[in-house]
């Protein structure tokens, strides 16, 4: 299973073979880092970063240069009149019909597909569950998501994974946070044993 942040920033839980699995280092998971383009949103201090496209910074990025470009070209968009451009705002724009909105979701959702499609070709999980930002907007961005991983992935590797929105809300960092301590103090009680 892996569990992405998809909030302020871009990070992954990895649990495989029902461990939490950290990597040599501790490092694991830190997908954010993947450069996903060339140019693009800095997002873990990395221009066109997983992070870059898909968080609430990177979002937000996207809003500010879209609607540059589209004062430049005399389009108007109700982002336009919006004082403080951010990921929630440019949601309940593109969830009123709002185009620009739709078409930034829209690429954040495609970002978010091609990396999705790097992570099951390479784990293979049978899970990836996305908090926060694709929590709240799934319905607007699931179908994006998915061609994205059938235009990307390995059809095998794909065929039986389930992508979904987390459930545990505005609860699931305090159920992270006990989760976590409660891994270590195993480990730790293991390792003394």
């Known amino acids: 299973m892996i569990f992405l942040t998809f909030g302020t920033g871009m990070g992954a839980g990895l649990i495989l073979d029902r461990r939490l699995y950290e990597g040599t280092t501790g ?7 993947m450069r996903l383009e060339s140019i693009g949103p800095v997002g873990y ?27 430049q070209q005399g389009l108007y968009s109700t982002l336009l009149d919006v004082d403080n451009v951010d ?13 620009l909105a739709q078409r930034i979701y829209r690429e ?9 499609a790097v992570l099951i070709d390479i784990l293979n999980p049978d899970c990836i569950v996305i908090g926060s930002i ?3 907007n799934e319905m607007m961005m699931k179908e994006d998501v998915w061609h994205m991983i059938h235009q990307e992935a390995l059809p095998k590797a794909y065929e039986g994974v389930e992508i979904k929105g987390a459930q545990l809300g505005d609860n699931l960092g ?4 006990i989760s976590v301590a409660a891994y270590y103090k195993e480990h730790e009680e293991h390792e003394h044993a």
Request: glycine share 20%; hydrophobic share 40%; charged share 20%.
């Open 134 to 136: 694709y929590q709240r």
């Open 27 to 33: 490092m694991a998971g830190e997908v954010g880092h």
């Open 174 to 177: 305090d159920i992270a946070a």
């Open 87 to 99: 990921a929630k705002v440019i949601a309940e724009h593109a969830q009123k019909g709002d185009v």
């Open 45 to 71: 201090g990395k221009m066109g970063s997983f992070e870059g496209f898909c968080s609430g910074g990177g979002i937000a990025q996207l809003g500010v240069t879209y609607c540059l470009e589209y004062r």
């Open 108 to 116: 954040v959702s495609h970002r978010l597909g091609f990396g999705l």
